[in-house]
Each structure stands twice: as C-alpha cells, then as structure tokens.
C-alpha cells in the first residue's frame, strides 16, 4: 500500500530554535512536494523536489529550506522558528509516469512556534 | 500563475445531493483533481477528470468539466455524515508535476 510518513504529528518549538520536518515515501516517486495549510488560505506550496539534491522554490519559500539526499526522504528545515511559521505542514509525493500518477499525502505535522 | 476559486462552505442534510463547485484560470490545464481532507488528516484524492472529458462517475461521485467556462464540479449523491470534509479542487500546472489548490469546500452534513 502506498505510504506518506511524516515525522511528527505534532511538534512545538520556541522562536528561534532550527526545526526539521521529515517525510518519507516509500513509492519510488521523483517528485515530492513541501505545503502549508493555514484557515481561510487553503494549501500553499513551500518548495519541491523532482530528483534528489535538486529542489525548486514554491509560492512561499522566505523562511524556509530543504534537504533532498536520498529519493525516499525530503526534508523541511526551518531555519530560525518564528511565530508566524505555526501551522499544518504537508508532504505530498508523486511519480513521473502518465499524468494520472496521483500525488500522495502524508498525514501532516501540526507546528506550534511559541 | 494559475488561480483556482471555490466556496468555503456548504451545508446540506443527510440523503440529498452536494454540489462543490471550483473555477480556475488556465485553459492549458490538462488534469483537474478533487481531494478530501477529513479533520486532523492529510489529503486523500477522491478522483480526477481529464481536459478532453466533460463527465466522469465514479460510485456516488459526478465530476463535471465544462472547459469553456473554466468550471469543475463535484457532485455527491445519498450525501451522508461520513461525507463531511473539507473537499479541495486542484489543477495540474502545466512544466513541473506541481498543482494549484483552491482553498477548500467545508461540507457539513447533518441528520
């Protein structure tokens, strides 16, 4: 069966402190994909992945990196916390066969910034 | 770069039908998608419609594609409680494998 994992369901972290965010898919996908979920702004692209060591900047990468060193895992760091970073993140996968390949979520990591 | 629109809400009582509608921008787009996140959960696709297919049924599911007006719906049938959600229309952009969400349909459904 397929499978998104997601390091943490929920996390909190004081302003400041360097967080990582893990994902994980076991799919053998390419592509992988960081969101934020915030109310009343849906979902919004931070950055993604199409191969490892190779990432592209989303709609909203300011405050954010990431880390692609093996296909399985993708990485969001956030560098120095801060308030306006809590929030549901989102990793998501999904090959590069037909366009039907559908795109895969995990269940979520839901940070708090103190 | 691509827009993607729809309600924030809709309310509807258990047995009737639900109609989740989404509009977007780019008429190049090739796959449109609708995905359903129940609370505390990630996104789960429900299904999917091609640019060249006006309709799709999938069980209790109806997708609709009018390409002219740039219109997605989804229409739920015998809607039940188990059906609420937040449903999410996305649209496949065109270059890299990446899609634009719109901002979630809120469905309730109530005895």
């Known amino acids: 069966d397929v499978k998104v994992t997601q390091s943490s369901r929920y996390l909190v972290k004081r302003t400041g402190e360097k967080v990582f965010l893990e994902c994980v898919q076991d799919?053998?996908?390419?592509?992988m994909f960081w969101y934020r979920q915030d109310p009343g702004l849906g979902l919004r692209l931070i950055y993604f992945?199409?191969?490892?060591?190779?990432?592209e900047k989303g709609d909203i990468p300011e405050g954010y990196s990431v880390s692609r060193e093996k296909k399985e895992r993708f990485s969001l760091i956030l560098e120095s916390a801060s308030t306006n970073q809590t929030s549901m993140y989102l990793c998501?996968?999904?090959?590069?066969?037909?366009?039907?390949?559908?795109?895969?979520f995990g269940p979520g990591t839901r940070l708090t910034v103190l | 770069g691509e827009d993607v629109e729809q309600s924030l809400f809709l309310s509807v009582r258990e047995g009737d039908s639900s109609v989740i509608n989404c509009t977007y921008t780019?008429?190049?787009?090739?796959?449109l998608y609708w995905y359903k996140q129940e609370p505390g959960a990630g996104l789960q696709l429900l299904t999917y419609?091609?640019?060249?297919?006006d309709m799709k049924q999938d069980q209790r599911l109806t997708v609709l594609l009018n390409k002219k007006d740039k219109h997605l719906s989804l229409r739920i049938a015998d809607t039940q409680t188990g059906d609420s959600a937040i449903y999410f229309c996305?649209?496949?952009?065109?270059?890299?494998?990446?899609?634009?969400f719109g901002k979630g349909t809120m469905l309730l459904v109530s005895p």
């Open positions: 998501a996968s999904r090959g590069t066969g037909a366009y039907t390949d559908t795109q895969y």
């Open positions: 799919m053998d996908h390419e592509n």
């Open positions: 992945s199409y191969d490892v060591k190779m990432k």
């Open positions: 780019d008429s190049s787009s090739t796959y």
């Open positions: 419609i091609f640019s060249n297919m």
């Open positions: 996305a649209v496949l952009n065109s270059g890299y494998s990446t899609l634009t």
